[in-house]
């Protein structure tokens, strides 16, 4: 899964020009994930104890957020994303739990707090945290109903 996300995420980022059917193709696709990121968000946080350092569904929804920010980031596909119901509320949720979860343990979420020493960062949840506020950005962009949300 985590390999065709990072394929889906290499086509995403591709810069051609996209026919209507094709639009509509992401248009489900970009639901779908969505719908995937919002029902396994919070496996994130099983990352957070030491035993679980490489849960599948974890590394699954990095990916997934990794997705739908470079999805978010192209103007065909965030207006409707920006309508989806609920997608801004699970970042939202998800933001604060990770951030609550990085309080209570070790802060593997953000780079600052996961480097010690001149060592290479390489937990795969370093950045999650900048990725969300990447996607609630991207949400928000001139759009004043998700902005007055927030």
Do not use: W
């Amino acid at each position: 899964r985590v390999t065709l996300l990072e394929l889906m995420m290499a086509e995403v980022s591709e810069n051609h020009a996209v026919t209507s059917d094709e639009m509509n193709v992401f248009q489900r696709h970009a639901d779908f994930l969505a719908g995937c990121f919002q029902e396994k968000c919070e496996a994130v946080l099983k990352l957070t104890s030491a035993e679980d350092g490489e849960d599948e569904e974890a590394l699954v929804t990095i990916r997934l957020l990794d997705v739908l920010c470079e999805i978010t980031s192209k103007h065909g596909q965030l207006e409707h994303l920006q309508a989806l119901p609920g997608l801004l509320e699970t970042a939202i949720d998800t933001l604060r739990l990770t951030h609550l979860a990085g309080k209570q343990a070790v802060n593997i979420f953000t780079a600052t707090h996961a480097m010690t020493g001149q060592e290479e960062i390489s937990h795969p949840a370093v950045g999650f945290k900048s990725h969300l506020i990447r996607l609630i950005g991207n949400l928000c962009y001139k759009n004043k109903e998700n902005q007055d949300k927030v």
